[in-house]
């Protein structure tokens, strides 16, 4: 239920379960362990290239959702399809979904922490590696960011270990 912009939600979750897949991307990732030693390993990727099929499939659901006729949201559909062509021009598309795909890696982590489940993001990674081990190429879809989720080990040396912030003063202004 993250919220993208339009609702769009140009995004893939992988929830990568199988052990020797989850080696291979230990060496995709600069040898962080964390694919392999956690409990749920989420690998989060964009469209490579957002075309009018997805915006179709999106209104098409739009309309199953709230019972009405495609037709009828004709004037969304075109002020999406207008935004969209904007970014596309500007050469931004790529960077806008992943924009997307982020409120949604915040919407990940802190369910989770409301769930007492602790999570580390993954950018230390080689996309096109990711994308190799995992099947993506010629998908359509390319990875942007990894997420690993689960339960700190009772070993887990920065468990106790403060965590390092700006103060709020330093991060937070008031106008």
Known sequence: ????????????????????????????????????????????????NLVETHLDCYMARTAEVRGVD?????????????????????????????????????QFMASAALLGVDTCPMEGLSAPQYDEILGLKGTGWKTVVACAAGYRSADDKYASTPKVRFPTSEVVEYR
Not at 20 to 39: G, M, Y
Not at 77 to 93: D, Y
């Open 1 to 48: 239920m993250a919220p993208s912009s339009f609702g769009l939600q140009p995004w893939k979750f992988i929830i990568v379960q199988d052990d020797a897949v989850t080696e291979q991307l230990v060496a995709a990732s600069w040898n962080q362990t964390q694919p392999k030693d956690c409990s749920q390993f989420v690998v989060m990727a964009v469209r490579e």
């Open 70 to 106: 495609v037709a009828s949201l004709a004037g969304v559909r075109g002020v999406i399809a207008q935004s969209l062509e904007g970014e596309k021009q500007a050469g931004r598309l790529d960077t806008w979904q992943t924009h997307q795909l982020y409120i949604a890696l915040g």
